[in-house]
């Protein structure tokens, strides 16, 4: 199995910065797409960012500008850097890893156990 820890949420003023990060681990043979996605109350989970193993992005409209998502291979760790941030961006962050197990596999998509950032005065 893999496992995903994140870390980095927490308590922000608005204007005001986090870096989240998520750390993969177990059984891997290599990781396709890493990405961070964010439920708020009464919401449906929606797609932040996502970086491809080329390392090509992809944001949402909401965070373009703001946010900048990054991995470092080696560390098998996917990171989201949040800056100018606003109350909208409250809401619980996962972080999703698509991975291949072994060769030949289908991918297996992964996520982590979610970690609350709140944007509040």
């Known amino acids: 199995q893999v496992q995903l820890v994140e870390s980095g949420g927490g308590l922000v003023q608005p204007g005001g910065s986090l870096r989240l990060s998520c750390a993969a681990s177990?059984?891997?043979?290599?990781?396709?797409?890493m990405g961070w996605y964010r439920q708020a109350p009464g919401k449906q989970r929606e797609l932040v960012a996502q970086?491809?193993?080329?390392?090509?992005?992809n944001y949402a409209d909401s965070v373009k500008g703001r946010f900048t998502i990054s991995r470092d291979n080696a560390k098998n760790t996917v990171y989201l850097q949040m800056n100018s941030l606003k109350p909208e961006d409250t809401a619980v962050y996962y972080c999703?890893?698509?991975?291949?197990?072994?060769?030949?596999?289908?991918?297996?998509?992964?996520w982590g156990q979610g970690t609350q950032v709140t944007v509040s005065s």
């Open positions: 177990g059984r891997i043979f290599s990781i396709n797409a």
């Open positions: 970086i491809t193993s080329g390392g090509s992005t």
């Open positions: 999703n890893v698509r991975v291949f197990v072994a060769p030949f596999r289908p991918l297996d998509d992964y």
